[in-house]
């Protein structure tokens, strides 16, 4: 386990308000420390895909944000957009819910991975494309050299979201930004690729913020999580506790619906 | 049984013309090779499957929406090949389905009322104006849903609300198959299993046959008697739900089992440790 | 990005709209009688003629009101019938597929290839020259376009899952074109429907400048246009006034289509 004084991301009273005045997000708090996997928690319109967003500076154009965000010694909340751009896809990368569209169709994914790269470091063709290598390795990538001059839509779903995690590692972040990293794919593909985060994180030692929906992607792989709801944290703790035995009300219904659906209707048993 | 099943399969082969590029020449896809089944009248059979796996071909050729190469698709006996397109129509009423995204299956220019009433309106003997109102009132409410919903627009419904919608649309005309393509998978956690006890109560007042084509092998056992595994258009394992989860005989089967995601925690730790060793065992 | 109407465009449509609307009623001159006391007169606020009078003695602002009417009466008709050819046209290619849609759309390439003032040409030379041969001359050729762009829209509708729904609801085909497809159209048609009419009218001005459009004494703006243009030295306000209703006309629909046009048709 990581020692508990190193905090890596600590967000106080973050608050996203929407341009017509509605509260997307109200009174934030939470701490991920490094090498943590924290799983954010809610259903559609909970605010939890905003959450992240927001501490990128990507929330919706005209809203505005409050409170705190500190991300080692630095603050995100009025962070100014070139500062923001040095750090994302530098100390903090992201992994979104739909490769496909993240990915641009129209370039090989060589040119993609050492993109990221140049953007933020003085490093050679040969350097960066011999570092993307090792990055589609370390996501156990089945033949990377092939891969790297293939086009995205050459790929399977899987394939894709493994080359994008390929890209989010390559700077070797300290924390991961991930929005329903596996909603999109099949039910073993979502194993492999969970599986992945975990090993990258014992390997990389990176922190991983995940957003989800789903009660059991937080079995698999987080230490703790936050529950949202109408953007507000109604529960957090350790993902054993909120998994055997809630402390809210609404926690406690999650994982109800879920329980219910793995252990069938007993008529229906015999 | 004496009876015949109510939709039945033979043999039934796909395939899809692939190019991948103007000038290569044709290959085909098999999308399905020679998948057989039959459901029972009052059955309740899941089709698992993943992306690729021949599920989505299997739903349009139930419904004739592809030309299979060979096999055949009866239902109640009847083989669907040699029915001109409006008997064609006229059978399809007898096997109605239910979608993956609710929303995207409600036509967003009607609404809740003329999306249920259209498969009335679409039959020969079409009820008339006051009796049609009559019987989507009545399956409105069938479904768990306020009638006063009627004159809304189906895009201002909640995912929940829609796909009862969608639920209600299908069963308006009596089938007797409903064909469900996961049907809760668009759907909060806290809505599926809701929608799904829907199902099994409608399935049990109304001697409904279910078809449930799923990813998932939990809503799967929650609503299926029987399962059926489909991978890569071919099916590698059949029996009752319970045999298959608890003996899977394929190695997908097994590998689709360990990959599920579970809220157990100590299942979900022995899951994880079984797939990448001592690594992540702490 | 900014999906607000452009403000100044609508209200000077609107100007424009209600002048040619109300004209009959408001103007107490008519577009066709001469009179022969007051030829020529110059542009004044006294005497009853604020833009002058042409050559025949007609009030110039009342000439110049009528043929915006009759000028967006042509637009309008032309568009009305090219968009209903248009749209039934794509929809059944694009929903029907297959052999019937190569059969149409083949058609549709042919009559592409038809230049487009030879063929009107052949139509005054047969039918003689008359108004209702232009809305269907322009009509019939303008309807091309709007049936390509809403046969690809049928294509991708066709697959959406609410039209597998009401096909395997036992729909025939004819009611799913009727009542699902062409009410999902219904956007993409407006936005055309904005951008055609500033076309056609384009096209009527010049056909009527090169005297195959309204025939005198009707007016248009294409007539006043060639009508100007022969007293271009003498009299250039003649020429401009028109011109500037024109130029107006044409950019106020387009501004306003455009902006439709990225509000509902992506």
Not at chain 2, 56 to 74: C, D, E, W, Y
Not at chain 3, 47 to 59: A, F, M, N, V, Y
Request: with cysteine; proline share 5%; aromatic share 4%.
């Amino acid at each position: 386990m990581p020692a508990e004084t190193d905090l890596l991301l600590q967000l106080r009273n973050l608050a996203l308000t929407r341009a017509d005045g509605l509260q997307v997000l109200q009174a934030i708090n939470l701490d991920v420390q490094r090498g943590e996997i924290v799983a954010v928690v809610g259903e559609s319109g909970s605010g939890k895909s905003q959450l992240l967003l927001s501490l990128l500076g990507l929330a919706m154009p005209g809203s505005k944000t409050g409170g705190s965000a500190r991300f080692l010694d630095q603050e995100l909340i009025g962070m100014g957009e070139s500062q923001l751009r040095r750090l994302r896809g530098d100390r903090i990368s992201m992994l979104f819910q739909d490769p496909m569209s993240a990915l641009n169709p129209y370039l090989p994914l060589r040119i993609q991975l050492i993109e990221v790269l140049q953007a933020h470091r003085q490093i050679g063709s040969a350097q960066a494309q011999a570092r993307a290598l090792e990055a589609l390795r370390t996501v156990h990538m089945p033949d990377p050299e092939q891969v790297l001059r293939q086009y995205p839509h050459e790929l399977s779903g899987g394939m894709r979201q493994r080359a994008m995690l390929a890209m989010a590692i390559l700077s070797e972040p300290d924390l991961l930004l991930a929005d329903e990293p596996t909603t999109a794919l099949d039910v073993t593909t979502q194993a492999v690729v969970l599986d992945l985060l975990l090993e990258l994180r014992e390997r990389l030692g990176m922190s991983i913020l995940l957003v989800t929906h789903d009660l059991g992607v937080v079995a698999r792989t987080a230490d703790r999580a936050v529950i949202l709801k109408d953007g507000q944290v109604v529960e957090q703790g350790s993902a054993l506790q909120l998994l055997t035995a809630p402390s809210s009300a609404y926690g406690a219904q999650l994982l109800q619906a879920v329980r219910q659906l793995e252990r069938p209707p007993a008529e229906l048993d015999s | 049984m004496t009876l015949p099943p109510v939709l039945e399969v033979r043999d039934l082969s796909v395939r899809h013309l692939r190019r991948s590029s103007l000038f290569a020449r044709a290959s085909y896809l098999l999308a399905l090779d020679a998948v057989s089944f039959a459901l029972a009248r009052g059955e309740a059979l899941a089709i698992v499957g993943e992306s690729g796996s021949g599920k989505s071909t299997l739903v349009r050729s139930l419904f004739r929406l592809h030309k299979p190469q060979s096999g055949q698709v009866l239902v109640e006996g009847v083989d669907l090949a040699i029915l001109s397109p409006s008997e064609l129509r006229e059978r399809r009423r007898s096997m109605q389905m239910v979608f993956q995204d609710p929303l995207a299956s409600l036509d967003p220019t009607m609404t809740v009322e003329q999306v249920v009433a259209e498969p009335l309106q679409a039959q020969r003997d079409a009820p008339e104006k006051t009796a049609a109102h009559e019987r989507v009132v009545q399956q409105l409410i069938a479904v768990g849903l306020d009638p006063a919903l009627m004159k809304r627009r189906s895009q201002r419904l909640s995912g929940g609300q829609a796909q009862r919608v969608a639920i209600a649309r299908a069963l308006i005309g009596n089938p007797a198959v409903l064909i469900c393509d996961e049907p809760v998978s668009a759907l909060d956690a806290s809505l599926r299993a809701q929608i799904l006890d829907l199902l099994v109560q409608l399935r049990r007042t109304r001697g409904l046959s279910l078809l449930f084509i799923t990813h998932d092998l939990s809503a799967a056992r929650y609503v299926c008697e029987n399962t059926l595994v489909l991978h890569r258009g071919q099916v590698v394992e059949r029996g009752t739900t319970q045999e298959v989860l608890t003996r899977p005989q394929h190695a997908f089967t097994r590998q689709l089992l360990e990959s599920t995601l579970t809220v157990d925690p100590v299942l979900a730790r022995q899951r994880r440790a079984g797939l990448i060793g001592d690594v992540a065992a702490r | 990005m900014n999906h607000t109407l452009p403000r100044i465009s609508v209200w000077m449509l609107a100007a424009l709209l209600l002048a040619a609307l109300l004209v009959p009623w408001i103007s107490p001159y008519d577009y066709f009688t001469p009179a022969w006391d007051q030829t020529n007169l110059s542009p004044a606020l006294a005497g009853g003629h604020l833009l002058g009078t042409d050559q025949l003695g007609r009030d110039l602002l009342v000439r110049l009101m009528w043929s915006t009417r009759i000028s967006l009466l042509v637009a309008l008709a032309a568009s009305l019938i090219s968009l209903s050819i248009g749209v039934s046209w794509g929809v059944t290619a694009g929903y029907l597929g297959g052999r019937t849609d190569a059969l149409m759309m083949r058609l549709v390439d042919v009559l592409y290839s038809v230049p487009f003032t030879p063929f009107v040409i052949v139509l005054t030379v047969v039918f003689g020259r008359n108004l209702w041969l232009l809305f269907v001359a322009i009509g019939a050729v303008s309807w091309l376009d709007i049936a390509r762009i809403v046969r690809g829209q049928t294509r991708s509708l066709r697959h959406r899952e609410f039209v597998v729904a009401a096909d395997i609801a036992g729909v025939s085909p004819s009611r799913i074109m009727l009542r699902h497809i062409v009410p999902n159209l219904m956007g993409i048609v407006i936005v055309y429907l904005t951008l055609t009419i500033p076309t056609v009218i384009l096209t009527e001005a010049f056909l009527s400048y090169l005297g195959l459009g309204a025939q005198a004494p009707l007016t248009s703006l294409g007539v006043m246009l060639a009508d100007g243009a022969a007293q271009m030295r003498a009299r250039p306000l003649m020429l401009i006034m028109p011109a500037t209703v024109l130029i107006l006309l044409v950019y106020c629909c387009n501004r306003i289509g455009d902006r439709l046009r990225d509000r509902y048709a992506g």
